[in-house]
């Protein structure tokens, strides 16, 4: 069974201003990753265009509607402090969200085992009606929601970007049968995460981390917190929202984690998904800001996928 790498070079074309961290210089150095010889032989397919009716299930038609209105002709479009919209954004976005939708059909119809969607915009920090933390649409959100028209129920995203995917969490707060679980530095922007953030249902759990927080502190919180709560829920198909800025090296965070780290906590993301979900995990890239360790995480993370 296969890895499959859905991209687009449309993803390119979402231009923030100059000097802003979340540039395409990032999807070149995960492609470049991705061009290595041990990845060779991996499936590679283009993202189709996210419908309105995927981003519609999770985003108020009005906030579609928005986006797509901001998106100028020339120059970019602030949408807040952080955000912004450049004449190529529409279809970036589009093809962000889409990449995880598609890649949910694979998943499910048996033609690979496993995904990771190479795209930006990022999505984890997008709620319902909300663009923020320069995320427009909440992919990983319109994957599960895919995921759910095609019939499972059960579904579980592990987040384990150095910031709190409060987007994320916002859709698991009204979905019991949505598991949440999010390693981050706290505090630290969006300033959501806390520990006593469970959701309704208890169906969200948050493992804060100290800035300063090493290799040894993360994998016991992955091992004690996550994995326990992730296989007792048993999700159908896990989701990862695969952001890399806890890595040492990235400017916007203050952890210590290193790329192997990522790739462990990958792979024991799939001995779970082995027990429960059919091996069935999608990932879909988050943040990372430092080209280096994007790039070397982008290898331990997908090696991990492909259980190298
Ligand atoms: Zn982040």
Redesign the pocket.
């Known amino acids: 069974m296969f890895t499959t790498i859905i991209s687009h070079q449309a993803c390119s074309n979402h231009e923030p201003p100059q000097g802003h961290p979340e540039c395409s210089q990032r999807l070149a150095a995960v492609l470049s990753a991705l061009e290595a010889e041990e990845f060779a032989y991996l499936p590679r397919i283009e993202a189709p265009l996210a419908t309105m009716d995927m981003l519609t299930r999770l985003h108020g038609r009005a906030h579609v509607d928005y986006i797509l209105s901001q998106v100028p002709q020339t120059g970019t479009q602030a949408l807040d402090a952080d955000t912004h919209v450049s004449p190529g954004s529409g279809e970036a976005a589009l093809r962000a969200a889409g990449a995880v939708a598609h890649g949910v059909e694979l998943i499910l119809t048996g033609q690979t085992r496993t995904v990771f969607c190479a795209v930006r915009p990022p999505g984890h920090h997008a709620e319902p009606d909300r663009a923020m933390g320069f995320c427009l649409f909440n992919n990983i959100g319109v994957g599960v929601h895919h995921a759910r028209a095609m019939g499972l129920r059960r579904l579980a995203v592990v987040d384990f970007?150095?910031?709190h995917g409060n987007g994320t969490q916002r859709l698991a707060e009204s979905d019991p049968d949505l598991f949440f679980a999010s390693t981050h530095q706290w505090p630290l922007y969006p300033g959501t995460g806390r520990v006593e953030e469970t959701g309704p249902a208890g169906n969200i759990l948050n493992v804060p981390l100290k800035a300063g927080c090493d290799s040894d502190g993360f994998r016991q919180a992955f091992s004690d917190q996550i994995l326990p709560a992730l296989l007792a829920f048993a999700p159908e198909m896990i989701f990862i929202s695969a952001?890399f800025?806890a890595h040492w090296r990235d400017p916007?965070?203050g952890l210590d984690l290193n790329e192997r780290d990522f790739g462990w906590a990958t792979a024991e993301v799939m001995n779970i998904a082995d027990q429960c979900a059919k091996g069935r995990v999608l990932s879909s890239l988050?943040?990372g800001y430092d080209m280096d360790a994007l790039a070397r995480s982008t290898t331990h993370h997908v090696r991990a996928l492909m259980r190298l």
Request: a negative charge; glycine letters at 34%.
């Open positions: 970007d150095v910031h952001g800025d916007l965070g988050e943040g």
